[in-house]
Every structure is written in structure tokens, then in C-alpha cells.
């Protein structure tokens, strides 16, 4: 199984960026799909996740609003897209996949990780 995220990069406060994350190697449509992020010296964090069909999805509170997390089950990606981007926005950033169904997936219960992205927001 690998999930390959990617699309981070450097940005200014309020800027936009979107991160897409192909998988391969599973059954994307049999899994709930998520975003954590890990800022230095800092724990991973839950950041959304969004159900089998990409009707159901979920915020951590630092981002409602800001980002937007949506999938497409025929090209097997899930994608954050970010905007109003603020310096503690700064992090790298995984995408993952479980089979939890609670809102707020814990890090413990994520089957499989992908590679991070790292995310830089200047002020």
C-alpha cells in the first residue's frame, strides 16, 4: 500500500495551496480518508476526514472554514485544499487512511500513512 501525497510548498499568510494524495495498492472506496499534520516538536494532529462516498466530512476546529478535504474514488486521490493560510498553518502534512469511523480520527487508529508534505507559511 502507498499513499503518495504531495503539493506543499512555501506561501505567503493568506495564500492557498492544495494537496493531493493518489493511493494505490488497497481499495480506496472501502476506506475513510484523513489529513493529520505534525509541526515541529509538536504531536500529530488530526486535521479532516471525509467518508467511503465523500458525503460525510470533518474539521479539527483550527481549520474549519479555511480548508476543504474532498476525494475522487476513480483517480484514488483525497485532496486538501487550503486556503487563508496562516503561520501555524505550518507543518508536514500526511494523508491517511482507516477504517475508524468516529469523527476525530485517532492517529492510533490510522491503517496506513503516507509520506508527508511539507507546508510553510510566511508571515
Known amino acids: 500500500v502507498q499513499l503518495q501525497a504531495s503539493g506543499g510548498g512555501l506561501v505567503q499568510a493568506g495564500g492557498s495551496l492544495r494537496l493531493p494524495c493518489t493511493a494505490s495498492g488497497l481499495t480506496f472506496g472501502d476506506y475513510i480518508m484523513g489529513w493529520f499534520r505534525q509541526a515541529p516538536g509538536k504531536e500529530r494532529e488530526f486535521v479532516a476526514r471525509i467518508s467511503w462516498s465523500g458525503g460525510s466530512t470533518y474539521y479539527a476546529d483550527s481549520v474549519k472554514g479555511r480548508f476543504t478535504i474532498s476525494r475522487d474514488n476513480a483517480k484514488n486521490t483525497v485532496y486538501l485544499q487550503m486556503n487563508s493560510l496562516k503561520p501555524e498553518d505550518t507543518a508536514v502534512y500526511y494523508c491517511?487512511?482507516?477504517?475508524?469511523?468516529?469523527?476525530?480520527?485517532?492517529?492510533?487508529?490510522?491503517?496506513?500513512w503516507g509520506e508527508g508534505t511539507q507546508v510553510t507559511v510566511s508571515s
Open positions: 491517511a487512511a482507516t477504517m475508524a469511523v468516529r469523527p476525530i480520527i485517532p492517529v492510533g487508529d490510522v491503517q496506513y
